[in-house]
């Protein structure tokens, strides 16, 4: 499980060959369901959510995931064991200290490599459109003018969630502004994102957000949003469980 391949450049428009996984947080609004198991084992659809992430990883053909873990790490390294032989799983250990997603890729740095890297959250659930969304979120990237390419969706077709968005995009898709205090911004981040390692430099120590990273792109005009053209739903509740398997059942 900890074997290392030789890890090749990634021209842009290939998907990367390595994802970063976040799967170590608690889980806090998915209590009680998360009182005795992690987060992204919890089933959605007939299979932990985690599963429904690394479905698209192999679908993609990414070839190796980094996967941080911090609650009940011990079931979740244990759901992964053999459970995916297509892709090689890296376990990022935060055992000691929560990192948050920005300490957890700066914990995961060395296992990265030196090449664009595709970020996901471990409980992203996400339906692909006309193109599947990880080889869309690929083809848009450019190395020379890019060092973070978020998935976006409207915030009208941001199924079960209840935040106000998070970005404005200008026509050419750069990120040109976080939402503002009291305002309501179109687009809601997914949770899938490409980042290149050079942004996740000089951060500060312990836990922390990636906003820091992302702030930094966004003022060096360096951020960029992929609109997503298939469904996506923010399970962050027991209640969005069953609303998400309706709409997912309605096909």
Do not use: C
């Amino acid at each position: 499980m900890t074997r290392q391949l030789s890890l090749r450049p990634v021209p842009g428009g290939q998907v990367p060959r390595t994802a970063m996984v976040m799967a170590a947080g608690f889980g806090k609004r998915m209590r009680p369901l998360t009182a005795t198991r992690p987060k992204p084992l919890i089933s959605v659809a007939g299979k932990p959510l985690i599963d429904h992430v690394f479905d698209r990883l192999v679908a993609a053909g990414v070839a190796r995931a980094v996967v941080n873990v911090h609650y009940l790490a011990d079931q979740l390294e244990a759901h992964l064991r053999d459970r995916f032989p297509q892709i090689e799983i890296i376990i990022s250990n935060e055992r000691d200290e929560l990192l948050e997603t920005g300490g957890g890729l700066v914990k995961a740095r060395p296992l990265l490599g030196d090449d664009p890297v595709l970020v996901v959250n471990s409980d992203n659930l996400w339906i692909d459109g006309p193109i599947d969304a990880i080889r869309l979120l690929s083809s848009r990237w450019d190395d020379a003018t890019m060092d973070a390419l978020l998935m976006v969706v409207p915030l009208a077709r941001a199924h079960n969630h209840a935040g106000q968005g998070d970005f404005h995009l200008g026509a050419d898709g750069r990120i040109t502004a976080r939402r503002g205090r009291n305002r309501v911004a179109p687009f809601a981040y997914t949770g899938l994102q490409i980042l290149h390692p050079r942004l996740i430099a000089d951060a500060p120590e312990g836990p922390f957000s990636t906003n820091i990273f992302w702030d930094r792109a966004i003022a060096a005009e360096r951020a960029y949003g992929q609109v997503h053209q298939g469904l996506w739903f923010d399970v962050g509740t027991p209640r969005a469980i069953p609303q998400t398997e309706l709409i997912l059942a309605d096909g």
